[in-house]
């Protein structure tokens, strides 16, 4: 599979542990996204980078959420001190610049118990 | 501010009949309008998009700038047009791919 992978599936973590989510893109996309989806809702966006720059971040993304893309390959989407209400499914897309086809992961679900 | 709604959570159909999913914005500027599908047990995929006004699996759109819609349509509905849909909305044409998304419709379509 060539698509955007992301790991892992899933994640059951207790409140007030650090969490880590990786994302791969498709090889030659620049563009990176994280978006948040819950239950009943379409997906909400977080934060999004052009190649190792992280151009634009929501409002959504409080202090304990930080993302990177070191090399401007992977991502890492890092969620500190957890809360219940962060339980949701986090997808990443990328996509080869602006005004192009998102490519979407499968998702990284996420429950804080 | 840019939103994005779809007054139907749930939408059943049967075969062989026509579906219309709808789909309504609201955005000062000129958007650029997009359905995405997802399949079950399936990652979310590009439908369409307004911009290429291509029938994709026999689906089109239509951006009607004056009621801020862009319902999804399909004449004759198949079992596999079966999955959750969303619309979404990207506000910038020259600088986007932020897209803002609906909360979806689940289109049933039965046998």
């Known amino acids: 599979d060539t698509g955007v992978s992301q790991n892992p599936r899933h994640k059951i973590t207790k409140r007030g542990q650090n969490v880590t989510f990786r994302c791969d893109p498709i090889?030659?996309?620049?563009?990176l996204y994280w978006y948040r989806q819950t239950l009943g809702q379409g997906p909400e966006f977080l934060t999004y980078f052009q190649n190792e720059a992280q151009l634009e971040k929501s409002r959504l993304l409080s202090d304990r959420f930080s993302a990177e893309r070191p090399k401007g390959s992977f991502s890492t989407l890092e969620i500190q001190r957890t809360e219940q209400g962060d339980s949701a499914m986090y997808l990443c897309?990328?996509?080869?610049?602006?005004?192009?086809?998102?490519?979407f992961g499968q998702g990284t679900r996420l429950t804080v118990v | 501010a840019q939103r994005v709604t779809q007054p139907e959570k749930l939408l059943s159909v049967f075969k062989g009949a026509p579906v219309e999913l709808k789909c309504n914005y609201s955005y000062s500027g000129s958007p650029e309008l997009f359905w995405y599908v997802q399949y079950s047990r399936q990652r979310l995929q590009l439908l369409l998009r307004?911009?290429s006004r291509e029938s994709i699996k026999g689906f089109t759109a239509d951006l009607n700038k004056g009621e801020t819609s862009f319902h999804l349509k399909k004449p004759f509905a198949q079992e596999e047009d079966s999955a959750m849909y969303y619309c979404a909305l990207s506000p910038a044409a020259v600088t986007g791919n932020q897209f803002y998304f609906g909360t979806g419709t689940s289109l049933t379509v039965i046998p």
């Open positions: 090889s030659e996309h620049n563009r």
């Open positions: 897309a990328s996509s080869h610049g602006p005004n192009t086809e998102a490519f």
């Open positions: 307004h911009i």
